[in-house]
Nanobody, 117 residues
Framework: EVQLQASGGGLVQTGGSLRLSCATS????????IGWFRQAPGKEREEVAC????????YYPASAKGRFTISRDDAKNTAWLQMNNLKPEDTAVYYC??????????WGQGTQVTVSS
C-alpha cells in the first residue's frame, strides 16, 4: 500500500519557521520526484517546491524562492520542506506528492499551516 504521510504543520507567527515532513512507503521512493503543494480556501492548488529523483535538482516558484527549501533522504524514504520567514499568505493545507515522468502519481493527506499576522 502506497502511503505519503505529511506532518509538521501548525500555527506560527509571521516571520516564523516550520519544517514539514513527508514520510513515505509502498513505492520506490528514489525513483520519484517529490513535490510539495499547498491549497488555501478558495484558491487553486499551487506547487511550492519540487526535488528531482536522480540529481536532487530543486524547483521553486517565485512565491517560495529564498524562503522554502526542499530536501530528501532516499535511505529514509522521506522528504522535507523547510519554510522560513513565513507570511500570512502562506496559510494553506500543504500536501506532498510523488511524481515519475510528468504525472504526480501518489498524494498524501495534507497538513495545515496557519501563519498569524
Amino acid at each position: 500500500e502506497v502511503q505519503l504521510q505529511a506532518s509538521g504543520g501548525g500555527l506560527v507567527q509571521t516571520g516564523g519557521s516550520l519544517r514539514l515532513s513527508c514520510a513515505t512507503s509502498g513505492f520506490a521512493f528514489d525513483d520519484y520526484a517529490i513535490g510539495w503543494f499547498r491549497q488555501a480556501p478558495g484558491k487553486e492548488r499551487e506547487e511550492v517546491a519540487c526535488i528531482a529523483s536522480s540529481d536532487a535538482k530543486t524547483y521553486y516558484p517565485a512565491s517560495a524562492k529564498g524562503r522554502f527549501t526542499i530536501s530528501r533522504d532516499d535511505a529514509k524514504n522521506t522528504a522535507w520542506l523547510q519554510m522560513n520567514n513565513l507570511k500570512p499568505e502562506d496559510t494553506a493545507v500543504y500536501y506532498c506528492a510523488a511524481r515519475v515522468g510528468s504525472q504526480y502519481a501518489y498524494w498524501g493527506q495534507g497538513t495545515q499551516v496557519t501563519v498569524s499576522s
